[in-house]
């Protein structure tokens, strides 16, 4: 199946870290977030940091960030800024991933501490003991990946805000997605994509892998039973969720690293490139 940009837009300071919440949100090198509608029209735009910006998630109505200058910080989509997030106790190392999950945010770093808040309040924090790199949430599991292993922990915020239990343990590497019933994991190499089957009770067997690229993957985003891998070697490819195998579905060559993806729907996704490019890409 071919894959077409649909719209193309250019920013002034390379984008790094992408999020959508009925809007797209990107990150900047400079520390900037500018909004973007479906469209790629510019609205909304401003400083949210002194430096590049490490972490963007988006959800419920509010933007959130991370850099290497202060913690989590709380903005309006408008750019208003509403609050800086506490860090618990023993969380101090920069915050890398940032995901929102319902009403909860997870934040990842690379002291090993995922925090967790709701309702832009501290609620639990549970060390995983490396790196996080990237993390996933299918309650009560949480998944999270450095560059050799992911670990599966199965954690209850409501009930406890520190204990946790290790469940199962698999090689891997960021970045890391859940849809459906299936996990989709980078390899350790960072050059193939690996299909697992998203369930305890089959240990989270390992179902098919594919080579997605002959550089690294940086980036992973999935909708339905598509995902989208793009990397270092400036190419936005397409896979198709079939069964227990991984079938490539578009391929399309951009001619800058992909920083960035977030997919809105399983035949349309975005990019951010080196270079302040960023791309709607649909499949045709």
Same mark, same amino acid.
């Given at each position: 199946?071919?894959?077409? !940009? $649909?719209?193309?837009?250019?920013?002034?300071?390379?984008?790094? +870290?992408?999020?959508?919440?009925?809007?797209?949100?990107? %990150?900047?090198?400079?520390?900037? !977030?500018?909004?973007?509608?479906?469209?790629?029209?510019? %609205?909304?735009?401003? =400083?949210?940091?002194?430096?590049?910006?490490? =972490?963007?998630?988006?959800?419920?109505?509010?933007?959130?960030?991370?850099?290497?200058? @202060? @913690? #989590?910080?709380?903005?309006?989509?408008?750019? /208003?800024?509403?609050?800086?997030?506490?860090?618990?106790?023993?969380?101090?190392?920069?915050?890398?991933?940032?995901?929102? &999950? @319902?009403?909860?945010?997870?934040? @990842?770093? /690379?002291?090993?501490?995922?925090? +967790?808040? $709701?309702?832009?309040?501290?609620?639990?924090?549970?060390?995983?003991?490396?790196?996080?790199?990237?993390?996933?949430?299918?309650?009560?599991?949480? &998944?999270? +990946?450095?560059?050799?292993? +992911?670990?599966?922990?199965? !954690?209850?915020?409501?009930?406890?805000?520190?204990?946790?239990?290790?469940?199962?343990?698999?090689?891997?590497?960021?970045?890391?997605?859940?849809?459906?019933?299936?996990? *989709?994991?980078?390899?350790?190499?960072?050059?193939?994509? $690996?299909?697992?089957?998203?369930?305890?009770?089959?240990?989270?067997?390992?179902?098919?892998?594919?080579? =997605?690229?002959?550089? #690294?993957?940086?980036? *992973?985003?999935?909708?339905?039973? &598509?995902?989208?891998?793009?990397?270092?070697?400036?190419?936005?490819?397409?896979?198709?969720?079939?069964?227990?195998?991984? $079938?490539?579905?578009?391929?399309?060559?951009?001619?800058?690293?992909?920083?960035? *993806?977030?997919?809105?729907?399983?035949?349309?996704?975005?990019?951010?490139?080196?270079?302040?490019?960023?791309?709607? #890409?649909?499949?045709?």
């Amino acid at each position: 199946m071919a894959l077409k !940009i $649909q719209g193309e837009a250019k920013l002034d300071s390379d984008p790094c +870290v992408v999020a959508w919440d009925n809007a797209l949100f990107v %990150g900047t090198e400079d520390g900037s !977030i500018k909004v973007f509608d479906a469209k790629l029209t510019p %609205g909304a735009s401003w =400083a949210a940091h002194s430096v590049q910006l490490f =972490a963007l998630a988006a959800g419920n109505g509010k933007v959130y960030s991370s850099s290497n200058d @202060g @913690g #989590i910080r709380v903005w309006t989509q408008k750019g /208003e800024k509403i609050k800086e997030l506490p860090k618990s106790e023993g969380s101090e190392g920069d915050t890398g991933i940032l995901h929102v &999950f @319902g009403k909860e945010l997870y934040a @990842g770093d /690379e002291t090993g501490n995922v925090t +967790v808040y $709701q309702d832009d309040e501290l609620k639990a924090l549970y060390n995983v003991l490396e790196e996080v790199k990237d993390l996933w949430l299918e309650p009560p599991f949480l &998944f999270t +990946v450095r560059d050799l292993d +992911v670990t599966v922990t199965e !954690i209850k915020p409501d009930e406890s805000k520190t204990r946790f239990v290790t469940r199962h343990t698999m090689e891997g590497r960021a970045p890391l997605r859940i849809t459906g019933n299936r996990l *989709l994991v980078m390899a350790r190499g960072g050059n193939d994509l $690996q299909l697992h089957d998203a369930s305890i009770d089959t240990t989270f067997k390992k179902l098919h892998a594919v080579k =997605a690229s002959d550089m #690294i993957v940086t980036s *992973l985003a999935v909708s339905g039973d &598509f995902a989208w891998t793009g990397g270092w070697d400036s190419s936005v490819r397409r896979w198709k969720i079939d069964g227990d195998v991984l $079938q490539p579905a578009g391929e399309l060559n951009l001619g800058s690293y992909v920083n960035g *993806l977030v997919a809105t729907a399983p035949d349309n996704v975005y990019a951010i490139l080196t270079g302040g490019r960023i791309v709607n #890409i649909t499949a045709a």
